[in-house]
């Protein structure tokens, strides 16, 4: 019973520190450490394609497909521009299974295995990326290039560390 309210006690600790540490870090550094979190979908098929100047779904109903999606909060400004998708910032990546789709407004109404509730997305949002998943169980998230974004990520923030040293 000791070693396990000593546990529960380091468990706490570490908490803390790692509570007092996100607290010191400049925004940069903050948002370097938060976009180590991103996944790489470099390796996965888009799931919506354009054609004359629409924004068509390849995907249909109880399909699971990974939702990328952006804020346009965070950059100050809203971008219509299809591949300029990059350059908003990264919010969030979810995997769902869809429900209902609606090709011509482009709302689908999608189930959040993870989190277990209900989504509603659009895929002719410009701050939505769509990508087909590998079946289940497969994790969509395996790919070696994020190893590689991790590390670039892991360089730039020991170069701030070195800055600010």
Excluded at 2 to 19: A, F, P, T
Excluded at 91 to 109: A, I
């Amino acid at each position: 019973m000791e070693n396990i309210e000593r546990d529960l006690e380091s468990d706490v600790d570490s908490d803390e520190e790692e509570d007092i540490e996100e607290s010191q870090l400049t925004p940069e550094q903050a948002e370097a450490r938060r976009l180590e979190c991103k996944p790489s979908l470099e390796h996965l098929e888009r799931a919506t394609t354009r054609h004359l100047s629409e924004t068509i779904a390849l995907f249909d109903v109880n399909k699971r497909i990974i939702v990328e999606r952006r804020s346009t909060l965070a950059a100050g400004v809203l971008k219509e521009n299809w591949d300029a998708l990059k350059d908003i910032p990264w919010l969030d990546t979810r995997v769902y299974v869809t429900r209902k789709v609606d090709n011509e407004t482009g709302d689908v109404v999608a189930w959040d295995e993870e989190g277990d509730r209900w989504a509603h997305l659009n895929f002719k949002n410009p701050n939505q990326a769509f990508y087909f998943a590998p079946a289940y169980p497969k994790n969509p998230f395996k790919d070696k290039r994020k190893k590689k974004q991790s590390k670039k990520l892991r360089e730039l923030r020991d170069r701030m560390r070195e800055e600010e040293d």
